[in-house]
């Protein structure tokens, strides 16, 4: 039987995370500090805590999916626990 390994999802020059159904756009540590008014080192922090979740690209970058980012506007707008 042959031995079968997951490959880790495609990510497109373009800054686009394919999966099987969904194409998100991934966003850099620097857009995401961006859009929550904060230090790039303060998203890579959070990545850590697990309070935002984030991918690996193969260079080892952390990326962050727009649909993630997203929800956690949404959630904080909401009332919902704010990400710091």
Do not use: C
Not at 9 to 32: K, N, Y
């Amino acid at each position: 039987m042959p031995y079968k390994t997951k490959k880790p999802p495609a990510v497109s020059p373009d800054g686009t995370f394919a999966t099987g159904e969904t194409t998100d756009r991934l966003l850099t540590p620097g857009e995401v500090a961006h859009i929550f008014g904060v230090d790039p080192k303060t998203v890579n922090r959070w990545s850590l805590t697990g309070k935002i979740p984030s991918i690996r690209t193969p260079s080892g970058q952390r990326r962050y999916r727009e649909t993630d980012i997203n929800a956690l506007i949404n959630a904080s707008s909401e009332g919902g626990q704010k990400a710091r």
